[in-house]
């Protein structure tokens, strides 16, 4: 079964790429409509998260364009330079993800205020976000038996996502329970995790950084 789907639908990370391209195109369309709509109400909510789909957009888009330029190299180790030049600095985008989230989840709490989606619109919601979560574990677990440094940056960038997209989750959910909480609690859950996820892509950085220094002196 698995040499049949990779026949004809290519290895994993061909498939990731696929999807990848796929997610840069809703993204784009969600930023632009977000955008719009902050423009047309003032919405500071509404800005904010129109430039953190921008953000992913463009952390998806360099993912790709390396991915094709290392397969384009001509030598197995350009190939690998390539990538790992891009790898050491991926941590860059994980930072500002969370740091736009974090601006967000400061207003929610600051000025008490969400969109929060109801009806049959919160288990879409919810549903998306348990989707994210899972696949992008998943997706994670598998790139690092690859060993496959690209694809490995999409799978982070896409759980970095996901971890913030929490947020909306619990705004959801507790929207049900106590509308005054929700906001407040939420927006709390938000700032850590948002904090967490910006000093995990600042140590990404600098281990790799550290790591990459190292090897070149010893060469």
Do not use: P
């Amino acid at each position: 079964m698995k040499k049949l789907i990779e026949k004809y639908a290519g290895s994993y990370t061909d498939r990731v790429i696929a999807l990848s391209v796929l997610s840069v195109v809703v993204n784009l369309i969600s930023a632009a409509a977000k955008f719009i709509i902050g423009i047309q109400l003032s919405s500071f909510w509404y800005i904010v998260n129109s430039s953190y789909y921008v953000t992913l957009v463009a952390a998806r888009i360099a993912c790709i364009v390396v991915y094709r330029k290392s397969r384009r190299e001509k030598t197995a180790d350009m190939r690998i330079k390539t990538e790992t030049d891009f790898y050491r600095g991926s941590g860059v985008f994980i930072f500002l993800l969370a740091a736009l989230y974090l601006i967000l989840c400061v207003f929610m709490l600051t000025r008490q205020y969400a969109v929060v989606a109801e009806g049959y619109d919160a288990i879409v919601i919810v549903g998306i976000v348990v989707y994210k979560l899972i696949f992008s574990l998943y997706g994670l677990r598998v790139t690092r038996r690859l060993h496959d440094r690209v694809t490995e940056t999409l799978k982070t960038i896409s759980l970095t996502d996901a971890g913030v997209s929490l947020i909306a989750a619990s705004a959801t959910v507790l929207n049900f329970i106590d509308e005054k909480i929700a906001v407040k609690t939420s927006a709390a859950l938000g700032i850590v995790i948002s904090l967490a996820f910006m000093v995990t892509g600042t140590v990404m950085t600098v281990t790799r950084t550290r790591k990459y220094n190292k090897s070149k002196v010893k060469q």
